[in-house]
């Protein structure tokens, strides 16, 4: 086919052989205007039945190539305001919820001295969520602080209610779930909501609420119940219920904090070597540090008190010790929002970071179309992008076929981020993409990546890590919808690269509608070595789990959306 950039055909005369020349085609085209064409084309063997697909661009005329995607530059550090928003938004939410629980269920004030102390505390939360919104964010915050300012309004609002119409324990479940209602929406608008994932919105959620139940109950406890109980058993009793809470928080927050972490996180690395990492380190730090101090309260302050034993000192030094931390856990938090997670850094249809020799080496493709294509080619050590290499070179080489090898040199275009275009990865496969770094004074980088060259339009190819191989999954169509077939073509591609043939390869499927497991074909001679296809009949629409299983040696999990 002979298609314009914009997608329309220009031949449609039948495709010849071009006399004796068995390996040439011709096709005859209409007067062309001056202008950038691509041309997708398919053959089918005579001897074996193989079938190969590629695309190649032209140019009519002094017109240029037709364009192609471009990969946009690392996200910009967020600036202050925004973190200063994003901070006491959730120091906001904390106050709230946490309050709203800590007074509800632990030690609902008995005292106006203390019932004074929980007005002041609920109008000060209400006020920061107000106060984050009205800093002057920039616009894109509008959203994420907006409607829990609303929240804040809420829970200041209900507390001037009249005792006659809304009693204390239901003003205090109107403040409580108000902090919730905050809460929510801070997940709807997360790194979780972009995943589109519901279990990972829900991790995101319950995080949230442990979170907030916590540091807000501490601050509670802090400023409403310690200045009002001075017997020491019953502070001590107090604080065991509290420690027992907040133990139950720690554990739900190590729980889903984890969990999100293994889906955000590309490499153990990322920890220490990217911003995100960095501040996900300050913010684990510190909890580590608060669950220090929480123990101290429950094994030893705590106790102390129980038996009568002058404690109250530690116990407030240590209470006002953790509130300032987890004053530090926001901040963190705040950065953690702000920042792009490694694995959602980018748009590109390709994007894989491997880590060799102490330096990370990330392959982004904006398509993984056949064709002219861009390769930009990211290089860091530590946090600090390698702006010194002599040389940059990307090698080609195709897993099906014998294409022989092809090269390019990218070229330095922002500082750690090198670009090459070309067109080596013409034909549709799965191809090796050697990435070689050349850096004074020390041994070439060099980084292999595997890339699945598909006509996915909708959709992008996965990489999936199973056991010791990296199984590429990509569907066809591109963007599959529901009631119609659907075909999944699988890669099973070993440490070195190189296809695996000959594995048991089982489909089991998650999702809106139940649909039984399906076993994977493999024909070396029809699909090429190390290629398997399952062949759905249909799926309902929605989001799907399709968990691959290789034999008994491991499963992943892959992503399809269905569309109606």
């Given at each position: ?51 190969t697909k590629g695309a190649f661009a032209f140019v009519v005329g002094n017109a240029p190539l037709p364009t192609i995607p471009d990969i946009g530059p690392s996200a910009p ?372 990546f595997t890339v699945p060259i598909t006509n996915t339009a909708g959709q992008t190819a996965q990489v999936i890590p199973i056991a010791t191989y990296n199984v590429i999954v ?91």
């Open positions: 086919m002979l298609l314009q950039p914009s997608g329309e055909r220009k031949n449609t005369a039948k495709v010849e052989s071009a006399g004796d020349e068995s390996n040439t085609l011709r096709t005859a085209v209409p007067d062309l205007p001056e202008g950038g064409y691509l041309v997708s084309w398919t053959a089918r063997s005579a001897v074996d039945g193989h079938e550090p967020p600036n202050a305001l925004e973190l200063a928003g994003r901070a006491l938004t959730f120091a906001g939410i904390a106050t709230i919820l946490g309050a709203g629980f800590f007074l509800l269920f632990i030690h609902p004030p008995t005292t106006d001295g203390e019932r004074r102390r929980e007005r002041r505390l609920v109008i000060v939360g209400g006020a920061v969520l107000i106060a984050a919104y009205g800093l002057g964010l920039p616009a894109r915050l509008a959203t994420f602080i907006g409607l829990r300012a609303v929240a804040g309004l809420v829970a200041v609002g209900v507390l001037f209610v009249p005792a006659r119409v809304v009693s204390e324990a239901s003003r205090r479940e109107v403040i409580a779930f108000a902090g919730l209602a905050a809460g929510l929406w801070a997940t709807l608008v997360s790194h979780a909501a972009a995943s589109g994932d519901i279990k990972i919105m829900a991790l995101d959620f319950v995080h949230v609420v442990a979170i907030s139940v916590w540091s807000g109950g501490l601050l509670a406890f802090l400023v409403v119940a310690f200045p009002a109980v001075r017997e020491e058993r019953a502070l001590g009793a107090m604080a065991w219920r509290f420690s027992l809470t907040a133990l139950t928080c720690v554990a739900v927050l190590v729980t889903t904090g984890t969990l999100q972490s293994l889906d955000r996180l590309v490499i153990l690395e990322d920890l220490y070597e990217t911003p995100y990492g960095i501040a996900l380190l300050a913010k684990i730090v510190m909890l580590i540090g608060l669950v220090g101090l929480g123990a101290l309260n429950l094994l030893v302050w705590g106790p102390r008190l129980r038996r009568g034993v002058a404690a109250r000192t530690g116990l407030l030094r240590g209470t006002m010790t953790e509130t300032a931390l987890f004053a530090g856990v926001f901040v963190a938090t705040s950065f953690l929002t702000a920042l792009a997670p490694p694995r959602y850094a980018s748009a590109a249809a390709f994007d894989e970071t491997q880590r060799v020799d102490g330096v990370r080496v990330e392959l982004l493709m904006p398509t993984t179309n056949p064709g002219r294509n861009r390769y930009v080619v990211r290089v860091y050590q530590g946090l600090v992008p390698v702006t010194n290499a002599e040389k940059v070179s990307l090698r080609y080489t195709m897993v099906e076929h014998d294409m022989g090898e092809q090269e390019l040199v990218a070229q330095q275009r922002a500082p750690g981020e090198y670009v090459a275009e070309g067109s080596p990865t013409a034909m549709f496969g799965t191809w090796k993409v050697l990435a070689i770094v050349r850096i004074p004074a020390r041994l070439d980088v060099r980084a292999l990509f569907a066809e169509p591109g963007q599959p919808l529901a009631g119609a077939p659907i075909g999944l073509n699988i890669v099973v591609i070993d440490q070195k690269g190189d296809p695996v043939k000959g594995k048991a390869v089982r489909a089991t499927f998650s999702g809106p509608s139940t649909q039984g497991p399906i076993d994977a074909k493999e024909d070396p001679n029809t699909l090429g070595p190390g290629r398997y296809r399952i062949d759905i009949p249909a799926l309902d629409a929605g989001q799907w789990k399709i968990t691959l299983a290789i034999a008994n040696e491991g499963t992943g999990t892959y992503t399809l959306d269905v569309s109606k």
